[in-house]
């Protein structure tokens, strides 16, 4: 809902604020005062044309900002977040300056955006009906979901349900043709991996083979240098020839403690570490003997060796550079293997589903069909209904619901994704189903139903867009309605009633009217009069809030054209009462 519009150079107003509320608020006001450039205002907000002209005369730029509360409109505050902008206690501010020049910066919670984003934002939230706007309702898809809305919950599960079974057959199409189309590709992955798993298992490497067959082949292939410096080492440390060795020089060390131990503890203690020595020496000479005499030169077996590591050597070249990562590249391309050699399989499967789903959806498609035809009906007479009482008497509205048949496709058990079998028809179809809907309009008795924006005048086609809203009141998800002198051309009963059908639409919304007609002020919640100052400009005080005697006051000026005139006046008090008793009944009817 929005509840404050700002406005500053726009147009004939130097700077006003209007502050609106729930239910129905007119705006009222000689001719030439401003009155439509609230709703050029509004346009503006919703990211509508910027027009240079538009900018007040010596003004730099004109400004509109509209704040918004989004407290029940969740996606609207997330938008918000995701463009950058703020929001405040559950509200919003939009804004959109218009230089002279014809420059135009669109603001959404403070931060700068292209209108193309905030027209985004900002169209869910208002419906606009003047004479020469582009209205919501005139867009097929528009047309279309107000009939859904008005259908109920019948026509929602089953839209629902076509949407959910659509988007699945969508995927399941996608898929198999992604399958298909890979196929050739995939029979060739699948001999490349077939052959290197092949190659692997016909070698046969265990985990860690290469790093211990490395090892190997370095011992074998310096056995005689192993053996000879073994040998050295041992004679170094326990010489058979006599020569002097490590132990023999210890075992001095030792007895030149020995014999001085019984003098000095530490000396002793000295020994004993020597005799420690000793030990070790003579168990690692045993050590490096063992050693050297298990060298053996085994030509065979290194060539053994070096054979298995070549076999090795081609493997890792190719899938990895360790054996454990071929392995492991062996393992996952086993796993592949099966899903690639499943490819048949796969698109038998998936054309299964595909036949499926699409049955599913012909008889949902027929079901929706039909509930949107008994739905179109209904909704035709109310909008007819609700005509008769706006001046339009011999005006009739229906509620087209067509389907648009296409011709046989060559393969039909593969037709293409944009045509379905419906009751032996090959019909165009969409996420929202294969109906078309279309609201035509005779607006005299004998004439052809015609598109609205074909059929109808544009007073006409405000009254029509008018009609529409009354019957929809209730399943619209937009908050705020607004019509730009929807009461052309009529007067008298015909305009006390187009009053009750906006007094009507406001308990399930907020309506905004510029008029000039009493009949329909009365039926305001909020009344604001748009008021000239002496130079014929607007001033920051030209948009005003009227209380009970000033409504009197200008209705009387709307009835007679004088502000003061006790007939006028009394008429006014005449008009307000009706309307009040008119609205508590219909709360009380409500209740």
């Given at each position: 809902?929005?509840e404050?519009?700002?406005?500053?150079s726009?147009?004939?107003?130097?700077?006003?604020?209007?502050?609106?509320?729930?239910?129905?608020?007119?705006?009222?006001?000689?001719?030439?005062?401003?009155?439509?450039?609230?709703?050029?205002?509004?346009?503006?907000?919703?990211?509508?044309?910027?027009?240079?002209?538009?900018?007040?005369?010596?003004?730099?730029?004109?400004?509109?900002?509209?704040?918004?509360?989004?407290?029940?409109?969740?996606?609207?505050?997330?938008?918000?977040?995701?463009?950058?902008?703020?929001?405040?206690?559950?509200?919003?501010?939009?804004?959109?300056n218009v230089?002279?020049?014809?420059r135009?910066?669109?603001?959404?919670?403070?931060?700068?955006?292209?209108?193309?984003?905030?027209?985004?934002?900002?169209?869910?939230?208002?419906?606009?009906?003047?004479?020469s706007?582009?209205?919501?309702?005139?867009?097929?898809?528009?047309?279309?979901?107000?009939?859904?809305?008005?259908?109920?919950?019948?026509?929602?599960a089953?839209?629902?349900?076509?949407?959910?079974?659509?988007?699945?057959?969508?995927?399941?199409?996608?898929?198999?043709?992604?399958?298909?189309?890979?196929?050739?590709?995939?029979a060739?992955?699948?001999?490349?991996?077939?052959?290197?798993?092949?190659?692997?298992?016909?070698?046969e490497?265990?985990?860690?083979?290469?790093?211990?067959l490395?090892?190997?082949e370095a011992?074998?292939?310096h056995?005689?240098?192993?053996?000879v410096?073994?040998?050295?080492?041992?004679?170094?440390?326990?010489?058979?020839?006599?020569?002097?060795?490590?132990?023999?020089?210890?075992?001095?060390?030792?007895?030149?403690?020995?014999?001085?131990?019984?003098?000095?503890?530490?000396?002793?203690e000295?020994?004993?570490?020597?005799?420690?020595?000793t030990?070790?020496?003579?168990?690692?000479?045993?050590d490096?003997?063992?050693?050297?005499?298990?060298?053996?030169?085994?030509?065979?077996?290194?060539?053994?060796?070096?054979e298995?590591?070549?076999?090795?050597t081609?493997?890792?070249?190719k899938?990895?550079?360790?054996?454990?990562?071929?392995?492991?590249?062996?393992?996952?391309?086993?796993?592949?293997?099966?899903?690639?050699?499943?490819?048949?399989e796969?698109?038998?499967?998936?054309?299964?589903?595909?036949?499926?789903?699409?049955?599913?959806l012909?008889?949902?498609?027929?079901?929706?069909?039909?509930?949107?035809?008994?739905?179109?009906?209904?909704?035709?007479?109310?909008?007819?209904?609700?005509?008769?009482?706006?001046?339009?008497?011999?005006?009739k509205?229906?509620?087209d619901?067509?389907?648009?048949?296409?011709?046989?496709?060559?393969?039909?058990?593969?037709?293409?994704?944009?045509?379905?079998?419906?009751?032996?028809?090959?019909l165009?179809?969409?996420?929202?189903?294969?109906?078309?809907?279309?609201?035509?309009?005779?607006?005299?008795t004998?004439?052809?139903?015609r598109?609205?924006?074909?059929?109808?005048?544009?007073?006409?086609?405000?009254?029509v867009?008018?009609a529409?809203?009354?019957s929809?009141?209730?399943?619209?998800?937009?908050?705020?309605?607004?019509?730009?002198?929807?009461?052309?051309?009529?007067?008298?009963?015909?305009?006390?009633?187009?009053?009750?059908?906006?007094?009507?639409?406001?308990?399930?919304?907020?309506?905004?009217?510029?008029?000039?007609?009493?009949?329909?002020?009365?039926y305001?919640?909020?009344?604001?009069?748009?008021?000239?100052?002496?130079?014929?400009?607007?001033?920051s005080?030209?948009?005003?809030?009227?209380?009970?005697?000033?409504?009197?006051?200008?209705?009387?000026?709307?009835?007679?054209?004088?502000?003061?005139?006790?007939?006028?006046?009394?008429h006014?008090?005449?008009?307000?009462?009706?309307?009040?008793?008119?609205?508590?009944?219909?709360?009380?009817?409500?209740?």
């Open positions: 809902m929005i404050e519009i700002r406005i500053s726009l147009g004939v107003i130097d700077s006003s604020t209007l502050e609106l509320g729930p239910g129905l608020t007119v705006i009222t006001g000689e001719t030439g005062a401003g009155k439509t450039m609230v709703v050029t205002a509004l346009g503006l907000l919703l990211g509508g044309r910027a027009d240079s002209g538009a900018v007040r005369s010596g003004a730099r730029q004109a400004r509109v900002e509209g704040v918004v509360d989004v407290t029940s409109l969740a996606g609207l505050g997330a938008a918000v977040d995701d463009v950058g902008g703020e929001t405040e206690d559950g509200r919003v501010v939009l804004a959109r230089s002279a020049e014809g135009s910066r669109a603001f959404v919670g403070g931060a700068s955006v292209p209108v193309a984003t905030l027209t985004e934002l900002a169209e869910p939230l208002v419906a606009v009906h003047g004479q706007d582009q209205h919501r309702l005139l867009k097929p898809q528009m047309q279309r979901q107000a009939l859904d809305m008005f259908a109920g919950d019948a026509v929602a089953l839209s629902a349900r076509y949407a959910a079974l659509y988007d699945d057959l969508t995927a399941c199409e996608r898929e198999l043709a992604e399958v298909v189309a890979s196929a050739r590709e995939r060739r992955e699948a001999d490349l991996l077939r052959f290197g798993v092949g190659e692997i298992e016909a070698v490497p265990q985990p860690g083979e290469d790093g211990e490395a090892a190997e011992r074998l292939g056995a005689d240098t192993l053996r410096a073994a040998e050295q080492a041992r004679e170094a440390l326990s010489s058979e020839q006599g020569s002097p060795d490590a132990l023999g020089a210890v075992a001095a060390a030792r007895g030149q403690l020995d014999g001085v131990r019984d003098h000095d503890p530490a000396a002793a000295l020994a004993d570490r020597i005799a420690e020595v030990y070790l020496l003579s168990d690692l000479a045993a490096v003997a063992s050693y050297a005499s298990g060298i053996d030169t085994d030509p065979q077996r290194l060539a053994a060796v070096s298995r590591r070549a076999a090795l081609a493997l890792t070249r899938y990895g550079d360790t054996v454990d990562e071929v392995l492991a590249w062996a393992e996952e391309s086993s796993a592949r293997l099966l899903d690639l050699d499943s490819t048949d796969q698109i038998a499967v998936l054309d299964a589903r595909r036949t499926e789903l699409r049955a599913e012909a008889e949902v498609a027929a079901a929706l069909s039909a509930a949107r035809a008994e739905a179109a009906g209904r909704l035709g007479k109310a909008v007819t209904d609700e005509l008769a009482l706006l001046a339009m008497p011999h005006a509205v229906t509620v619901v067509r389907q648009h048949e296409v011709e046989d496709p060559e393969d039909t058990a593969h037709p293409p994704t944009d045509r379905l079998l419906v009751g032996g028809r090959w165009r179809t969409g996420r929202s189903g294969v109906d078309e809907v279309e609201i035509l309009l005779a607006a005299n004998g004439s052809e139903p598109p609205l924006h074909k059929g109808a005048s544009g007073g006409e086609l405000s009254r867009m008018l529409v809203e009354v929809l009141a209730g399943t619209s998800p937009v908050p705020t309605f607004v019509f730009d002198e929807v009461d052309s051309g009529v007067g008298g009963a015909a305009a006390v009633e187009i009053g009750r059908r906006l007094a009507a639409l406001a308990r399930s919304a907020q309506v905004l009217v510029v008029t000039h007609l009493p009949q329909v002020a009365a305001a919640d909020r009344h604001v009069v748009v008021e000239k100052s002496s130079d014929g400009s607007v001033t005080s030209g948009l005003t809030t009227l209380d009970d005697a000033g409504r009197e006051r200008e209705l009387s000026r709307m009835l007679a054209g004088l502000a003061g005139s006790d007939t006028a006046i009394a006014a008090r005449e008009l307000l009462d009706v309307a009040r008793d008119t609205t508590r009944q219909g709360a009380w009817n409500r209740g």
